[in-house]
């Protein structure tokens, strides 16, 4: 439905006297930063952002709301700590953010909603919200827009016109991250698919691309899918029932992010010889990937949480000072790092139980001169001032 609603948009604009409406969105980018968009989840937004003249209720200090989806995972943590401890102090002492109330919905999206609603008529002047189902929130994200209120996801997007999504190209990373595992593996065999929570749009998106890659090797077969739900004792849990219930030889485990610490000690524990498995963050598995050189030879850089909360962060708040989101959805790609490269700030002394995550860093991941490109008037959010 979503795609026939997108073709029915661009034929509109197109013989309907909407043509500059149309060129507005994805037209305006940068060559190198429209470049991020290609194998975008069909599903995805990508029209002209309802915030490009965006003005606040009113001017700073603003009040955040955080109206998180779950806390249960070192993802969540991580991102939570780059919120707290470095973010909230830096726009506090800038005098642009007076508090940021956080919520927690333990992946229901009832309660979600209600805490969504709960934070506009608390008065918050904007709300950041994380890695939910695309199209549940809609409704109250529409009830945020009318009373003046901004919503951003970050890790993931929210179908509503009425909401900026911010995050890596999910779906050509799947499709990266599969391909690269399959051919490290010989391009054939059998793969096991870890995915993380079910009906959460980037990792429904992840899934998506790593099928189609799979649909490119004859000889590559996917044998079995569990859910991790992000979360490394879950995985481990899921990941150990599978090996123990089948016998098949496995060449490779595609697996998301904020689980491969469980997924390889799943095989660990299982007795079997570990084979190459996908890395796209955890630092626990990132130390296996040193201490054994000929394991694999990349990883990626996909979803790094406290770099992706800064993302969406800073999205917000150059929002809420008017400098004009061009299009719906603020998209960056993936990219692959050598295995040296990747592990090169992992201690030699490190541990597979290390929670923590091998991050690019914000200047990497979301620099300021990249960041300019997606607005109509870019300014650095820190030192922006009113009347700028």
């Known amino acids: 439905m979503h795609r026939i609603l997108r073709l029915a948009f661009i034929v509109i604009v197109s013989f309907g006297g909407g043509l500059q409406a149309f060129a507005q969105g994805l037209d305006e980018l940068p060559p190198d930063i429209a470049a991020f968009y290609q194998g ?5 937004p990508v029209a002209p952002s309802a915030y490009r003249d965006f003005k606040p209720r009113k001017g700073p200090p603003w009040t955040i709301g955080y109206a998180s989806s779950y806390a249960g995972n070192t993802y969540r943590a991580a991102a939570m700590d780059r919120l707290m401890n470095k973010l909230l102090p830096a726009y506090k002492a800038a005098g642009l953010v007076s508090d940021v109330i956080v919520t927690q919905s333990n ?13 506009v008529d608390q008065g918050a002047d904007a709300i950041i919200l994380c890695c939910s189902n695309p199209v549940a929130l809609n409704k109250a994200v529409e009830y945020a827009y009318k ?6 996801s970050w890790s993931g997007y929210l179908t509503s016109p009425y909401a900026i999504n911010t995050s890596a190209n999910y779906t050509d990373g799947g499709y990266q991250v599969a391909k690269q595992l399959i051919e490290e ?9 870890v995915s993380g929570i079910p009906g959460a749009a980037s990792s429904e998106s992840f899934d998506n691309g790593a099928r189609k890659a799979l649909a490119e090797f004859p ?24 090996l123990a219930t089948n016998s098949i030889d496995l060449a490779g485990i595609i697996t998301q992010g904020a689980q491969e ?12 010889k570990v084979m190459p498995m996908s890395q796209t963050g955890e630092a626990g598995a990132a130390c296996y990937m040193k201490k054994n050189p000929d394991w694999l030879k990349y990883a990626f850089h996909m979803w ?31 990219y692959r790092v050598s295995a040296a490269d990747y592990t090169a700030k992992i201690s030699n002394d490190c541990s597979f139980d290390d929670p923590s995550y091998v991050e690019p860093g914000i200047q990497d991941w979301f620099p300021s001169d990249r960041a300019a490109g997606y607005f109509l008037r870019p300014s650095d959010p ?7």
Do not use: C, H, Y
Not at 40 to 44: K, R, Y
Not at 109 to 118: C, L, V
Not at 147 to 152: D, T, Y
């Open 107 to 119: 992946l229901n999206d009832a309660t979600q909603i209600q805490q969504i609603r709960q934070l």
């Open 185 to 193: 593996a010989g391009g054939k065999g059998n793969f096991l698919l």
């Open 147 to 152: 009373k003046g209120v901004l919503v951003v």
């Open 304 to 334: 790094p949480p406290a770099d992706e909360m800064e993302l969406g962060f800073n999205v917000l708040i150059r929002t809420l000072e008017g400098q004009g989101p061009k299009v719906q959805s603020v998209i960056r790609s993936v």
């Open 261 to 272: 610490n469980g997924v390889l000690k799943a095989v660990l524990q299982s007795g079997r």
């Open 40 to 44: 975008l989840d069909a599903e995805q």
């Open 382 to 388: 820190l030192t922006w001032k009113p009347g700028n």
């Open 219 to 242: 000889d590559a077969k996917l044998v079995g899918q569990v859910a991790g739900n992000w979360t490394d004792q879950i995985a481990q849990t899921e990941v150990q029932k599978w």
